[in-house]
């Protein structure tokens, strides 16, 4: 992705172009609409010329205004300009405006060529095509891009509002422009699923416009976040940034399989059921907008398995990892229908529901979770747990190659290293795991004991948690290396290199109170901490490498849960200054925080180095901020009561965050 390519989306429909705002036919860019690309090839050109952009830029995340001029022509002399107007809601509207800027009569000829290779996403992604059979309908004022694979079909209407001369692969418009005329062309692009055709909801002008069925404007749900003001501009910017790409990423509910305004994982290959992530992000975003994590706990439940399935890695109340809705899914040659790969999102589900119920009061839907509660416990008792030892643990059992071999957030094939830089062989159980394990045991005893009023199942889980943390403190404790490990491997031996993960252990409240002070100035260490973030792996290890996706890279959401897990066990000083250098490097970022970025140390530049490829705007990257907020204010919902311990990073004296929603009221923060 090049830093001037223009993205606008609007919740599974994203538009990947040029800065001229072109689809260059050959790359991953187009019209992606549920995970299958509806425009691979989108070519504007006027006299056969390209367009050289003069502008070109987001209007809101739905939307974009490029303007362009003959390449080949004078910037100071242009003699026709060109406007292009982007809108994305379910379909598009693009609108086309040529002005002649002369006082002559100008003969212009205005060319769209078009067409789709209806690429599944996972197949753009990895930078191939689309197969199956291809054909096209045209008439006077339309063209129909039709393909059929399998059995199953997808097609793409272009409708003109004026008449050219179209053809199965573009439209040609002969204008003669008076002096200063202005000209213009409305053009629909509707995406056609399952024989049901899927409109653009904006049309001319749609800038700053509300589309249906998203519960809240993009105005509504910023004047509902809590109000920012810090003596730090830039965290300000951040703040706003964050709340921005937050919105941005809500899929957009459809009635049909997403009938939730959750967050998405990420632009532009994730934008779909995500759970990890959406969970996650529902989670940091608690404090600022808690419908979210209603919206994902609703979600992920009506998808929540129910019978085992080897080829979606599918146990009976096993929460799920990824839904697609693409040619691969319908045609039955991915398990991501949805995918259940991930033995983490389960234990987090049961974490976000009760604290969504200690920030929101909301005892009705939780009691409404109850049949998934108890199926997701049993899930965490059972299945997860294949040799009864007492630890969940993973081991990939679907042939598909799109299946994962590992269920954690570090989701890489390499990211499960010893030490000495080999890798380990499943069933693997994670420290990771084992901390959300006990965490979620904890908080789904109080829901019961509170909500349900079942104090015999509310005290076999506590006991049930207090055991399993003396059983991890004596396993995944390295005697050696004097920190705890990674994981243990499918022989039981500890895979001992020093992750990150550390600092989730503190987040769930598993570490041995004794090692706290040793893990926390641990993590401090130059090796772990870049001075931007928390790397991923120490650089100590021989795994590491600043450019390895799991393996020595940063990421903001896991170095966030790392600061919260040292405020938790209070070490404020070591979270303020972790939360001070995530600041730091979202500004360095143009105050918008990708999904990972190098483990380069810091060092006097003050410049981080991007990771190639990196999600941008992506959900828990976009909520690392907020989580960040949260831990310098030492938010804390007990017993129905906000508690604060504020606690700021060295050069910040200020932050008020006013009117936070706390169990049906606002509550201002200093």
Same mark, same amino acid.
């Given at each position: 992705?090049?830093? &001037?390519?223009?993205?606008?989306?609007?919740?599974?429909?994203?538009?990947?172009?040029?800065?001229?705002?072109?689809?260059?036919? @050959? !790359?991953?860019?187009?019209?992606?609409?549920?995970?299958?690309?509806?425009? +691979?090839?989108?070519?504007?050109?006027?006299?056969?010329?390209?367009?050289?952009?003069?502008?070109?830029?987001?209007?809101?995340?739905?939307?974009?205004?490029?303007?362009?001029?003959?390449?080949?022509?004078?910037?100071?002399?242009? +003699?026709?300009?060109?406007?292009?107007?982007?809108?994305?809601?379910?379909?598009?509207?693009?609108?086309?405006?040529?002005?002649?800027?002369?006082?002559?009569?100008?003969?212009?000829?205005?060319?769209?060529?078009?067409?789709?290779?209806?690429?599944?996403?996972?197949?753009?992604?990895?930078?191939?095509?689309?197969?199956?059979?291809? #054909?096209?309908?045209?008439?006077?004022?339309?063209?129909? =891009?039709?393909?059929?694979?399998?059995?199953?079909?997808?097609?793409?209407?272009?409708?003109?509002?004026?008449?050219?001369?179209?053809?199965?692969?573009?439209?040609?418009?002969?204008?003669?422009?008076?002096?200063?005329?202005?000209?213009?062309?409305?053009?629909?692009?509707?995406?056609?699923?399952? *024989?049901?055709?899927?409109?653009?909801?904006?049309?001319?002008?749609?800038?700053?416009?509300?589309?249906?069925?998203?519960?809240?404007?993009?105005?509504?749900?910023?004047?509902?976040?809590?109000?920012?003001? +810090?003596?730090?501009?830039?965290l300000e910017r951040t703040y706003r940034q964050s709340l921005l790409d937050l919105a941005a990423l809500r899929v957009r509910p459809d009635d049909?399989?997403?009938?939730?305004?959750?967050? $998405? $994982?990420?632009?532009?290959?994730?934008?779909?059921?995500?759970?990890?992530?959406?969970?996650?992000?529902?989670?940091?975003?608690?404090?600022?907008?808690?419908?979210?994590?209603?919206?994902? =706990?609703?979600a992920l439940a009506e998808m929540q398995a129910t019978e085992w399935d080897n080829w979606r890695d599918a146990e009976p109340g096993k929460m799920?990892?990824?839904?697609?809705?693409?040619?691969?899914?319908?045609?039955?040659?991915?398990?991501?229908?949805?995918?259940?790969?991930?033995?983490?999102?389960?234990?987090?589900?049961?974490?976000?529901?009760?604290?969504?119920?200690?920030?929101?009061?909301?005892?009705?839907?939780?009691?409404?979770?109850?049949?998934?509660?108890?199926?997701?416990?049993?899930?965490?008792?059972?299945?997860?747990?294949?040799? *009864?030892?007492?630890?969940?643990?993973?081991?990939?059992?679907?042939? +598909?190659?799109?299946?994962?071999?590992?269920?954690? #957030?570090?989701?890489?094939?390499?990211?499960?290293?010893?030490?000495?830089?080999?890798?380990?062989?499943?069933?693997?159980?994670?420290?990771?795991?084992?901390?959300?394990?006990?965490?979620?045991?904890?908080?789904?005893?109080?829901?019961?004991?509170?909500?349900?009023?079942?104090?015999?199942?509310?005290?076999? =889980?506590?006991?049930?948690?207090?055991?399993?943390?003396?059983?991890?403190?004596?396993?995944? #404790?390295?005697?050696?290396?004097?920190?705890?490990?990674?994981?243990?491997?499918?022989?039981?031996?500890?895979?001992?290199?020093?992750?990150?993960?550390?600092?989730?252990?503190?987040?769930?409240?598993?570490?041995?109170?004794?090692?706290? $002070?040793?893990?926390?100035?641990?993590?401090?260490?130059?090796?772990?901490?870049?001075? #931007? @973030?928390?790397?991923?792996?120490?650089?100590?290890?021989?795994?590491? !490498?600043?450019?390895?996706?799991?393996?020595?890279?940063?990421?903001?959401?896991?170095?966030?849960?790392?600061?919260?897990?040292?405020?938790?066990?209070?070490?404020?000083?070591?979270?303020?200054?972790?939360?001070?250098?995530?600041?730091?490097?979202?500004?360095?970022?143009?105050?918008? =925080?990708?999904?990972?970025?190098?483990?380069?140390?810091?060092?006097?530049?003050?410049?981080?180095?991007?990771?190639?490829?990196?999600?941008?705007?992506?959900?828990?990257?976009?909520?690392?901020?907020?989580?960040?907020?949260?831990?310098?204010? *030492?938010?804390?919902?007990?017993? @129905? &009561?906000?508690?604060?311990?504020?606690?700021?990073?060295?050069?910040?004296?200020?932050?008020?965050?006013?009117?936070?929603?706390?169990?049906?009221?606002?509550?201002?923060?200093?």
């Amino acid at each position: 992705m090049r830093s &001037d390519d223009l993205i606008i989306l609007d919740g599974c429909t994203f538009f990947y172009s040029c800065a001229n705002g072109d689809v260059e036919t @050959g !790359n991953n860019q187009g019209l992606f609409y549920r995970d299958v690309r509806h425009l +691979s090839s989108w070519l504007l050109r006027l006299d056969g010329g390209e367009l050289e952009p003069l502008t070109s830029r987001r209007v809101d995340y739905y939307s974009a205004r490029v303007v362009c001029k003959k390449r080949e022509e004078p910037e100071d002399r242009p +003699s026709v300009s060109l406007r292009r107007d982007r809108f994305v809601s379910e379909g598009v509207h693009e609108d086309v405006v040529l002005e002649n800027l002369t006082r002559e009569p100008q003969e212009v000829r205005l060319e769209l060529a078009y067409g789709s290779d209806f690429a599944d996403v996972m197949e753009a992604e990895a930078g191939g095509n689309g197969s199956g059979r291809h #054909w096209q309908e045209a008439s006077a004022r339309s063209v129909v =891009l039709w393909n059929e694979r399998e059995g199953y079909r997808r097609g793409t209407s272009l409708s003109f509002n004026r008449k050219g001369r179209v053809t199965k692969d573009r439209v040609t418009f002969s204008l003669k422009l008076r002096p200063q005329e202005i000209w213009s062309l409305c053009i629909d692009v509707t995406p056609i699923v399952d *024989g049901k055709r899927w409109a653009p909801l904006l049309r001319c002008g749609g800038f700053h416009e509300h589309a249906d069925k998203m519960p809240m404007t993009l105005d509504e749900w910023l004047d509902d976040a809590p109000n920012l003001e +810090s003596d730090d501009s830039a965290l300000e910017r951040t703040y706003r940034q964050s709340l921005l790409d937050l919105a941005a990423l809500r899929v957009r509910p459809d009635d049909v399989t997403i009938k939730w305004a959750m967050p $998405g $994982g990420g632009l532009p290959w994730f934008m779909t059921v995500f759970g990890r992530d959406s969970l996650t992000t529902a989670y940091q975003a608690i404090p600022f907008h808690q419908e979210l994590a209603q919206a994902t =706990l609703e979600a992920l439940a009506e998808m929540q398995a129910t019978e085992w399935d080897n080829w979606r890695d599918a146990e009976p109340g096993k929460m799920p990892h990824e839904l697609r809705r693409g040619t691969l899914a319908a045609t039955g040659q991915i398990p991501h229908t949805p995918y259940y790969g991930a033995h983490d999102t389960t234990p987090l589900w049961l974490i976000v529901l009760d604290e969504y119920e200690r920030w929101s009061g909301d005892v009705a839907f939780v009691r409404k979770m109850e049949p998934h509660l108890r199926a997701a416990l049993g899930w965490l008792e059972g299945p997860a747990d294949p040799d *009864g030892d007492g630890y969940i643990e993973y081991r990939k059992r679907s042939s +598909s190659d799109k299946a994962l071999d590992n269920h954690c #957030w570090r989701d890489s094939h390499d990211s499960m290293l010893f030490a000495d830089g080999r890798q380990a062989e499943p069933p693997i159980a994670t420290a990771e795991h084992q901390g959300l394990a006990y965490d979620a045991r904890l908080r789904t005893a109080r829901l019961l004991r509170e909500i349900f009023d079942d104090e015999e199942e509310a005290e076999r =889980l506590e006991t049930q948690g207090a055991a399993l943390k003396r059983r991890f403190n004596r396993d995944f #404790w390295s005697m050696k290396r004097r920190h705890y490990v990674l994981a243990l491997d499918g022989r039981k031996q500890q895979v001992d290199s020093l992750s990150s993960d550390v600092g989730h252990l503190l987040w769930s409240g598993i570490v041995d109170e004794k090692r706290v $002070g040793a893990m926390v100035r641990r993590l401090m260490q130059e090796d772990i901490f870049s001075g #931007w @973030g928390i790397r991923s792996m120490s650089a100590n290890d021989e795994g590491y !490498n600043p450019l390895a996706y799991h393996c020595g890279t940063v990421w903001p959401h896991d170095t966030a849960i790392v600061a919260e897990g040292m405020r938790r066990y209070g070490y404020r000083d070591e979270a303020a200054e972790v939360c001070r250098s995530l600041f730091d490097a979202a500004e360095a970022f143009s105050n918008q =925080l990708p999904e990972v970025f190098a483990g380069f140390p810091r060092d006097d530049t003050g410049v981080p180095v991007e990771y190639p490829e990196a999600l941008k705007p992506q959900a828990w990257a976009a909520g690392a901020p907020l989580l960040a907020l949260r831990t310098i204010l *030492g938010l804390d919902p007990v017993d @129905g &009561d906000l508690r604060r311990q504020p606690h700021l990073p060295e050069n910040l004296s200020k932050v008020t965050l006013s009117k936070v929603g706390f169990r049906g009221k606002y509550v201002d923060l200093t």
